[in-house]
């Protein structure tokens, strides 16, 4: 099959859906090989796109991506395939392919709760690189568009959503629901997993939650790790966007969009 894809045009678009994937081109084809120098696929964990000619060399090539794509790092490798007595193709020449992998480096962030503040945080992080996964149970309240890296969570149950939450995460909390809020909060905490831990609301709300959540068996340990008020200091506004920059801005500082691990 003769190559009838856009490489460019589908790293484009696996970038914009946040899914790795690893560009293998033909670097140098000696003697009778299946596609000259230059030739490029695109490979994913599970899909394939265009071709470097087939057979086992194109076989090899995309299983060497897919070690890649499990060692989760951008690199790149250099493999050289001769066809005959390696990969027992007719061919009889030699081909050298380039793979680089590239491999979204944006965190997750947990946003519970699409109401103002929810729609204005969501705004403000838009064109950043890091998957949101927006929880709420009221349908009505989700923006029709959502930028591209945001999954909607339209979910009678938001505390089913806490047992996907690992060591990387960011969580912000900001329900509709004072007792909403509380139930998310305390079921984090004592799962213990997560990057950052953000409740909107004043020291007043802190102090109720520390005190129920102290009840619940918390400790002042994990106390210590939750976040509220939320955002950078100084910001005194209460327009949802002013509190959203605040609170982006303390994310950014937190590492929301850093390669490698959080820091406090």
Same mark, same amino acid.
């Given at each position: 099959?003769?190559?009838?894809?856009?490489?460019?045009?589908?790293?484009?678009?696996?970038?914009?859906?946040?899914?790795?994937?690893?560009?293998?081109?033909?670097?140098?084809?000696?003697?009778?090989?299946?596609?000259?120098?230059?030739?490029?696929?695109?490979?994913?964990?599970?899909?394939?796109?265009?071709?470097?000619?087939?057979?086992?060399?194109?076989?090899?090539?995309?299983?060497?991506?897919?070690?890649?794509?499990?060692?989760?790092?951008?690199?790149?490798?250099?493999?050289?395939?001769?066809?005959?007595?390696?990969?027992?193709?007719?061919?009889?020449?030699?081909?050298?392919?380039?793979?680089?992998?590239?491999?979204?480096?944006?965190?997750?962030?947990?946003?519970?709760?699409?109401?103002?503040?929810?729609?204005? $945080?969501?705004?403000?992080?838009?064109? *950043?690189?890091? /998957? @949101? +996964?927006?929880?709420?149970?009221?349908? !009505?309240? =989700?923006?029709?568009?959502?930028?591209?890296?945001?999954?909607?969570?339209?979910?009678?149950?938001?505390?089913?959503?806490?047992?996907?939450?690992?060591?990387?995460?960011?969580?912000? $909390?900001?329900?509709?629901?004072?007792? *909403?809020?509380? /139930? @998310? +909060?305390?079921?984090?905490?004592?799962? !213990?997993? =997560?990057?950052?831990?953000?409740?909107?609301?004043?020291?007043?709300?802190?102090?109720?939650?520390?005190?129920?959540?102290?009840?619940?068996?918390?400790?002042?340990?994990?106390?210590?790790?939750?976040?509220?008020?939320?955002?950078?200091?100084?910001?005194?506004?209460?327009?949802?966007?002013?509190?959203?920059?605040?609170?982006?801005?303390?994310?950014?500082?937190?590492?929301?969009?850093?390669?490698?691990?959080?820091?406090?």
């Amino acid at each position: 099959m003769l190559q009838d894809f856009s490489w460019l045009a589908t790293l484009a678009d696996l970038s914009a859906r946040r899914v790795p994937c690893v560009l293998i081109t033909v670097m140098e084809a000696k003697g009778s090989t299946p596609r000259e120098a230059g030739t490029k696929m695109v490979v994913t964990a599970d899909a394939q796109f265009g071709t470097i000619g087939g057979g086992n060399l194109e076989f090899e090539a995309a299983a060497e991506a897919r070690k890649l794509l499990a060692a989760a790092i951008s690199t790149a490798a250099v493999k050289d395939y001769p066809l005959g007595p390696k990969l027992a193709q007719c061919c009889g020449g030699a081909v050298s392919v380039l793979l680089e992998s590239f491999i979204p480096t944006g965190k997750k962030l947990y946003l519970f709760g699409a109401g103002h503040v929810g729609r204005e $945080v969501v705004s403000v992080l838009s064109a *950043l690189p890091l /998957d @949101i +996964v927006w929880v709420d149970s009221r349908e !009505g309240e =989700f923006p029709a568009n959502l930028p591209a890296h945001c999954q909607r969570k339209l979910t009678a149950a938001p505390l089913a959503e806490i047992e996907h939450i690992d060591d990387n995460a960011y969580v912000l $909390v900001m329900t509709h629901n004072h007792d *909403l809020d509380y /139930d @998310i +909060v305390r079921e984090v905490l004592q799962r !213990g997993r =997560f990057a950052y831990l953000g409740l909107i609301g004043s020291a007043t709300k802190r102090a109720r939650f520390e005190k129920r959540l102290t009840v619940d068996g918390i400790t002042p340990e994990g106390l210590a790790h939750l976040v509220c008020p939320i955002g950078v200091g100084g910001v005194t506004g209460k327009h949802p966007r002013e509190i959203a920059i605040a609170v982006a801005a303390q994310l950014l500082s937190c590492g929301l969009t850093r390669t490698g691990a959080p820091q406090e």
